[in-house]
T-cell receptor
Framework: EAGVVQSPRYKIIEKKQPVAFWCNPI?????LYWYRQNLGQGPELLIR????????DSQLPKDRFSAERLKGVDSTLKIQPAELGDSAVYLC??????????????FGEGSRLTVL | LAKTTQPISMDSYEGQEVNITCSHN???????ITWYQQFPSQGPRFIIQ???TKVTNEVASLFIPADRKSSTLSLPRVSLSDTAVYYC?????????????FGTGTRLTIIP
């Protein structure tokens, strides 16, 4: 079974440029998460989707970040314009919630963003 | 939200048993304790989850005392490939993990 797929793995851009990250969750997983991980820190939740609905976006910097999950499957996270402080690894995760499961999160390998 | 505290780093020799303890004094009744492992350039990977007493799987054991205010991840006979960051998370995973927060984790280094 394929895991969570993210692209691109690496992205280098200059500040003020836009950037987008794509995530394809595990088939059948209804919940999708975007996390940001700064160097030496644990992942921080940016947004969580239940199917196509964003149920927790309280940590998403809405002035420059946006996300969508059309049709409740793939998701895209966009930053426009990027700032130097946005340099980090952006992780996507998915899980199958409900029906008595443990809620284990499955993470992709992440997209490493460097803003110059 | 239940906050967790764990050592920043630990070193151990190959073949030894490693125990990483996590404190979570304000754990709630519905909260589970979950541990993740993260290698460089990879996303975190689920290791084990428990609610009380002891849970064991093929890679680790999780010990949880009766008051549930702490938990200990036990890795038997570690090898160099166990070098990674280990995160302890506490939250009600039955409702979508919305309360799960990663801390800074414990950086475990295995010495040959």
């Amino acid at each position: 079974e394929a895991g969570v797929v993210q692209s691109p793995r690496y992205k280098i851009i200059e500040k003020k440029q836009p950037v987008a990250f794509w995530c394809n969750p595990i088939s059948g997983h209804n919940t999708l998460y975007w996390y940001r991980q700064n160097l030496g820190q644990g992942p921080e939740l940016l947004i969580r989707y239940e199917n196509e609905e964003a149920v927790d976006d309280s940590q998403l910097p809405k002035d420059r970040f946006s996300a969508e999950r059309l049709k409740g499957v793939d998701s895209t996270l966009k930053i426009q314009p990027a700032e130097l402080g946005d340099s980090a690894v952006y992780l996507c995760a998915s899980s199958l919630v409900g029906q008595g499961n443990t809620g284990e999160l499955f993470f992709g390998e992440g997209s490493r963003l460097t803003v110059l | 939200l239940a906050k967790t505290t764990q050592p920043i780093s630990m070193d151990s020799y190959e073949g030894q048993e490693v125990n990483i303890t996590c404190s979570h004094n304000n754990i709630a009744t519905n909260d589970y304790i979950t541990w993740y492992q993260q290698f460089p350039s990879q996303g975190p990977r689920f290791i084990i989850q428990g609610y009380k007493t002891k849970v064991t799987n093929e890679v680790a054991s999780l010990f949880i005392p009766a008051d549930r205010k702490s938990s200990t991840l036990s890795l038997p006979r570690v090898s160099l490939s166990d070098t990674a960051v280990y995160y302890c998370l506490v939250g009600d995973t039955s409702f979508g993990n919305e309360k799960l927060t990663f801390g800074t984790g414990t950086r475990l280094t295995i010495i040959p």
